[in-house]
Nanobody, 115 residues
Framework: QVQLVESGGGLVQPGGSLRLSCAAS????????MAWYRQAPGKQRELVAA???????NYADSVKGRFTISRDNAKNTVYLQMNSLKPDDTAGYYC?????????WGQGTQVTVSS
């Protein structure tokens, strides 16, 4: 059974930081490209950041220079370090593992940026 479990969301003031974690089980984690998506109310889900199995990364323009995606294959976990948070970053954040025709999602973790 494949599980992706996100954690680390919460309420933070503008300019603050959070680190999201996504722990995977039931897959050969080291082989899977991983990604973080987010979805705000009334908006489409959008890609935030992705990391390949080899560690190459890419980011949405809106988060470049502020967010960092990383992975720890020994812990089967992918992280999203979010700095200089803005109210526009408020959304549900979802972890995805995708390889070929296999794709899996976590249940999401809420991030709210507000004073």
């Amino acid at each position: 059974q494949v599980q992706l479990v996100e954690s680390g969301g919460g309420l933070v003031q503008p300019g603050g930081s959070l680190r999201l974690s996504c722990a995977a089980s039931g897959i050969a984690f080291r082989l899977y490209p991983m990604a973080w998506y987010r979805q705000a109310p009334g908006k489409q889900r959008e890609l935030v950041a992705a990391i390949s199995s080899g560690g190459s990364t890419n980011y949405a323009d809106s988060v470049k220079g502020r967010f960092t995606i990383s992975r720890d294959n020994a812990k089967n976990t992918v992280y999203l370090q979010m700095n200089s948070l803005k109210p526009d970053d408020t959304a549900g954040y979802y972890c995805e593992a995708s390889l070929g025709s296999s794709g899996y999602w976590g249940q999401g973790t809420q991030v709210t940026v507000s004073s």
